[in-house]
């Protein structure tokens, strides 16, 4: 009985693999036009080993997909397992190809491998010391205590991050899910953007490409949201909430109390705007990233603050008929902030 089992299991890991690997070469092929290095595999056994059979207690982080620490040939990798049914249109196939192709990029999850004999795909990655930008709290997910000259570092890697995936390839890939849950840090707090399953390419010598709207909708720009049509905006809009979540040490989707003992929840801009409106500026700042109280802030650290909300506040265009920045701009901006104020 168990080899007869055990002879099923093997079909069936065949089967995943030749079907992945198909679907995969078609996806690397179309992503990449043809130029693409090859990627390491791994079996079903190296990964089930490496998390002692997908263990909670392995966990990282999770989303739709899961985040397992694990060790393979003695070296610490991060597996990322789709734990749960995929949704349309996340795409697997895509999050492998479009990895591979910004691994160079030192602020991009380096994509060591992957492993084609599950259901679904598993990726095997660099292993980032420092975990996920984010971590569950007692209220969900929270920014990690970060000092403020780490989050305004952050901030700039990921937009060079984007920039790059914007510029570097023949056609436009936007990302689509830039968000805090999908950065991790290094051991030396470098970030490191993943997640590329959403991404999608912009055809040569258009300015966008229709497709069905993709996350929460109150969480993406709004012509897209609209119209399914995506441009650059798509990905500045998502990045001025990284950008205001890392400012305010708050959610994208924030409660605020009310009369009594009762919440409401407020989009994160919103609330951005609301503080603004009735008190000082310094009102907006975590606490938890300056040595000093947000009454004493040093005057290079305001400036450099207030010059970071202008720019986050032009990225999800919340004044009305200022123009968007692109992500290269947004990146020397955030560059010369840093510069500039030190």
């Avoid at 030192?106 to 984010?134: D, H, Q, S, W």
């Avoid at 055809?203 to 650059?232: I, L, R």
Wanted: a neutral charge.
């Amino acid at each position: 009985m168990f080899c007869s089992s055990r002879r099923k299991q093997k079909k069936q890991q065949k089967i995943n693999f030749q079907k992945h690997g198909s679907l995969l070469l078609e996806e690397l092929i179309a992503s990449s036009g043809g130029k693409y290095n090859p990627i390491r595999t791994f079996s079903s056994h190296q990964i089930l080993q490496a998390t002692n059979n997908f263990d909670w207690s392995y966990e990282i982080s999770q989303d739709i997909f899961v985040w397992y620490k694990g060790t393979i040939e003695n070296r610490a990798v991060l597996i990322k397992y789709y734990k749960y049914e995929l949704f349309p249109p996340y795409n697997s196939y895509r999050d492998i190809a479009v990895s591979s192709m910004m691994s160079s990029h030192k602020n991009v999850l380096k994509l060591i491998g992957c492993c084609l004999e599950f259901p679904r795909p598993v990726l095997v990655c660099e292993y980032p010391e420092m975990g996920a930008l984010t971590y569950r709290g007692g209220a969900g997910m929270e920014i990690k205590p970060l000092p403020w000259n780490v989050r305004l570092k952050i901030a700039k890697e990921i937009a060079v991050a984007v920039t790059y995936l914007h510029t570097e390839f023949p056609r436009t890939i936007i990302h689509r899910d830039l968000k805090l849950e999908n950065v991790f840090m290094d051991k030396n707090w470098t970030a490191k953007l993943s997640s590329f399953g959403l991404s999608i390419s912009i055809p040569e010598g258009e300015s966008g490409v229709q497709d069905m709207v993709c996350g929460t909708t109150v969480f993406v720009e709004k012509q897209y949201a609209g119209t399914g049509f995506v441009t650059e905006n798509v990905d500045i809009y998502n990045f001025g909430f990284i950008m205001l979540g890392l400012l305010t040490g708050k959610r994208r989707l924030h409660e605020v109390p009310t009369n009594g003992d009762s919440y409401k929840r407020i989009m994160l801009p919103d609330y951005v705007g609301e503080i603004l409106e009735r008190g000082p500026f310094t009102e907006l700042i975590d606490p938890s990233m300056l040595n000093s109280t947000t009454h004493n802030i040093p005057d290079h650290l305001r400036l450099q603050m207030e010059a970071f909300l202008e720019l986050a506040l032009k990225c999800i265009s919340f004044r009305p008929g200022e123009n968007v920045p692109r992500m290269i701009e947004v990146a020397k901006e955030l560059k010369k902030i840093e510069e500039n104020h030190t």
